[in-house]
């Protein structure tokens, strides 16, 4: 699936939905994966399911607890992990949160908190692991975006400022490091089974079903197969792009 040297993946937001998905798939495909979860309970369960799947590195995946919110500990975090573990070939960065509100009901912190995991944690995460890739000359970056950047939504005005703006930096990053061969690509879905999709109202499913072409959402599997693809050598030519997974919401 990768190239044979560039083993260890960095999956943000991977305890459920589609970075769980995601993690038990590369742990699947002979990658030693390191998932982070927001808790000490969620990591435990997390390192348990990635090492039940098997794959070249069972017993050897792990989960860490990284609090996205905080710069510090993101630092901190990360320190630990090198220097225990290795520097990651590849990094998938999931996690995500939404505080959905009006923009005139929105607070300062709807909007700070937003941006601090969806955005500006992804630069403190690629700034930390970009050095090991261009030493190496071999490197995968992918975010996970979102087709809201694309469409907008009422009342995610914060959301799909801080999805967007994974789609600017990705094609910047991917312009500065693609001589060293490393990739930077956003995959941007769209409307996803997961537990949150699974608790909306029977009328607004069907309200957002009646906007997908395809008429269904997604699954976790199709995310994945998206990261799989970007992973292997067949996409070593791509980079810079932004790939929907949304059954032709954005068209």
Request: hydrophobic share 45%; net charge neutral.
């Amino acid at each position: 699936m990768c190239e044979k040297n560039a083993k260890l993946a960095l999956v943000t937001g991977a305890t459920r939905g589609i970075g769980l998905g995601i993690a038990l798939s590369l742990a699947r495909n002979g990658v030693r994966v390191i998932g982070t979860a927001t808790s000490d309970q969620g990591a435990a369960e997390l390192g348990e399911r990635l090492n039940e799947v098997g794959g070249a590195y069972a017993g050897h995946h792990q989960a860490i607890v990284l609090n996205l919110l905080d710069q510090e500990s993101i630092q901190a975090s990360l320190t630990s992990l090198f220097r225990e573990v290795g520097y990651p070939d590849i990094l998938v960065h999931n996690a995500g949160i939404s505080r959905d509100r009006l923009l005139m009901r929105m607070t300062d912190e709807d909007w700070s908190q937003v941006m601090d995991v969806n955005l500006n944690s992804f630069f403190h995460l690629s700034k930390a692991c970009i050095k090991h890739m261009v030493g190496k000359r071999w490197g995968r970056i992918i975010a996970i975006g979102s087709v809201v950047a694309q469409i907008g939504n009422k009342g995610q005005a914060q959301y799909a400022a801080s999805k967007a703006g994974l789609e600017g930096f990705v094609r910047s990053l991917a312009k500065e490091v693609a001589s060293r061969n490393i990739c930077v690509n956003v995959i941007s879905p769209g409307f996803i089974e997961t537990d949150m999709t699974k608790a909306l109202s029977q009328e607004y499913r069907q309200s957002l079903l009646s906007q997908i072409p395809m008429n269904r959402f997604g699954n976790a599997e199709e995310v994945s197969g998206v990261v799989e693809f970007l992973l292997s050598e067949a996409a070593g030519y791509i980079t810079g792009a932004v790939i929907p997974v949304n059954g032709g919401l954005s068209m």
